[in-house]
């Protein structure tokens, strides 16, 4: 069940970076640093487009952080546990 709900949490944060195009510094876990606005997700990686238009596909395994440039408020849950 865990593990739902931290899919869940995760979906929802990619997802709202990516509607409201915040731009993103995503840290990988071999220190290398990209930036750029996610363009799209799935279960197993991200899309990020940099400035000058390029996508880049991530593996989720190797993102260590994902740092917006500014406070992203997420949607309120339904029903609070």
């Not at 593990?3 to 970076?17: G, I």
């Not at 915040?22 to 840290?27: A, K, L, R, T």
């Not at 197993?44 to 994902?66: E, P, R, Y």
């Not at 992203?72 to 546990?81: F, G, I, T, Y």
Request: hydrophobic content about 45%; charged content about 25%; cysteine-free.
């Amino acid at each position: 069940m865990a593990s739902k709900e931290y899919n869940h949490l995760q979906d929802v944060f990619l997802n709202t970076l990516r509607k409201e195009r915040i731009p993103v510094s995503v840290f990988l876990v071999n220190g290398i640093k990209l930036m750029g606005r996610i363009e799209s997700f799935d279960q197993f990686v991200v899309l990020l487009k940099g400035q000058d238009q390029a996508a880049q596909m991530i593996f989720k395994h190797a993102i260590s952080t994902i740092s917006p440039s500014r406070e992203v408020v997420l949607p309120q849950r339904d029903a609070e546990a």
